[in-house]
């Protein structure tokens, strides 16, 4: 028997429910997920319940939860705050939407002005896709070119122009490999792959071709947890301003989380554009576009037809009053003093007990992150770019995360963990004693002889 076949017999002997709901929903909607990211083998588990750091599943089992809904929950499940502002707008206009401006709309956008020195303007989004979608339509129109530059390994959403190169299975630069089925020859065809955290190569190609490349967008920490080289940041930004090309730094997993101001805050580096979500809209779907005020304008309605007319913007949940009172609710709770410190040092107690938990049971691990979001590698070192995250020991990853299941600490297999307002000492407790387990068990897993 092998380590992936005894975990997954004990997870579904634990969870029969999960079982035939899914099953259930793989009759209605393929892969039985309305998003392939929501999928893990050899199927989800089904939520009913989630109250502050805990979640309830359908089977009756309770988990500390570590992936809050990808990162999103700051404040964790059912926060006072969020419910008291969901219930304001109700109460106050007696709807959800308007399809109109709210007043909502200005107060949100005051408060990340405030701590996104970068952003001059801003636009709502539904969602950090459809940000990075309009941040790169933004930049392109404004250099009048149409090819991208993006960095292997870098996930920018679920659209054809960032499909790319994204998974740190297909990482090595120079490669520009389709991540979907589906995309037009062009899309890959006018792409450039970068290399992360790796200058030399970066400048060799964006001097060669810099003329043709019309955007350079990365996530300052891939995959929200490996820290860009702060000389490498900063060169990148030098170099791009220094071509006139657009800087779109895709802080939707890292804003609000890194820091308030998010990793350009951290790093001191202002790039042209940002594009925000997750954390700012409370758990509600939200996505912000903001930056340079020439860029942003560009999308303006009152643009002249001399000036190209207004590059196209639209949907009609922009700015939903309902997102935006929860993302007010959220920054305010975090802005209350002493609030952020907090949250980043349970983040670093929960780092420093996992790897001497993996340590005491004889397993090279190393944890990687900056802020309120952190993952684990069972590796010697921590990963610095897509390759080296790639070769890490990624199937004992999901296994650690499936016996961790088992014991009451939940976040999908083989992602990254993030805390909330809502973690405390007694959720930390419970879950190193969990981590300790897992790794136990996946010691007791690997020493097993498997079958031939």
């Known amino acids: 028997m092998s380590v992936a076949d005894g975990f997954t017999e004990q997870y579904e002997a634990r969870t029969p429910e999960s079982r035939r709901l899914y099953e259930e929903r793989s009759r209605q909607t393929p892969g039985g997920v309305h998003a392939n990211i929501k999928y893990y083998a050899p199927y989800p588990l089904t939520f009913a319940e989630g ?5 309830h599943d359908v089977d009756g089992h309770r988990y500390v939860d570590y992936l809050l809904a990808f990162g999103a929950l700051v404040l964790g499940h059912g926060h006072p705050a969020l419910h008291q502002a969901i219930a304001g707008v109700w109460e106050r206009s007696g709807t959800v939407v308007f399809g109109a401006p709210s007043s909502e709309e200005g107060l949100l956008a005051e408060r990340i002005q405030s701590l996104y020195p970068s952003i001059e303007r801003l636009r709502y989004t539904n969602s950090g896709l459809e940000a990075t979608m309009l941040a790169l339509r933004l930049a392109l129109a404004y250099t009048g070119r149409s090819k991208v530059a993006k960095f ?29 089925y589906g995309l037009p020859p062009f899309v890959v065809e006018h792409t450039f792959v970068l290399p992360f955290n790796d200058w030399a190569p970066c400048d060799a190609l964006l001097r060669e071709h810099g003329p043709e490349i019309g955007a350079v967008i990365l996530e300052p920490l891939l995959g929200g947890v490996v820290p860009a080289d702060p000389a490498f940041l900063r060169q990148l930004r030098g170099f791009t301003r220094e071509l006139g090309i657009p800087l779109i730094f895709d802080e939707v997993k890292t804003g609000f989380r890194v820091a308030l101001g998010g990793a350009q805050g951290w790093y001191q580096v202002a790039p042209d554009l940002t594009c925000l979500g997750k954390v700012i809209g409370g758990g509600l779907p939200i996505g912000v576009v903001g930056g340079r005020r020439d860029l942003i304008d ?6 002249s037809p001399k000036e190209g007319g207004p590059v196209f913007h639209s949907g009609t949940f922009n700015a939903n009053p309902l997102a935006l009172s929860a993302g007010l609710a959220t920054v305010g709770v975090l802005e209350e003093p002493g609030v952020f410190p907090a949250l980043v040092a349970h983040a670093d107690r929960l780092r420093a007990g996992l790897e001497q938990a993996g340590a005491a049971c004889g397993f090279q691990v190393r944890t990687a992150g900056i802020g309120t979001v952190f993952d684990l590698f069972f590796a010697e070192e921590a990963p610095k770019d897509a390759p080296a995250w790639a070769g890490t020991a990624l199937e004992r990853r999901r296994a650690f995360d499936f016996f961790a299941m088992a014991r009451g600490v939940f976040t999908k297999p083989q992602h990254r963990l993030s805390v909330s307002t809502a973690h405390d000492d007694a959720t930390a407790r419970k879950s190193l004693e969990a981590w300790a387990g897992a790794f136990s068990d996946l010691g007791r897993a690997l020493a097993r002889p498997t079958a031939s």
Request: with cysteine.
């Open 152 to 180: 292997a390994g870098h996930y920018h959403g679920a659209h054809d122009r960032v499909l790319v190169s994204s998974e740190p299975a297909n990482p090595r630069a120079g490669e520009t490999i389709a991540s979907s």
């Open 298 to 303: 560009l999308c303006s309605p009152l643009r």
């Open 51 to 55: 109250r502050g750091a805990h979640l």
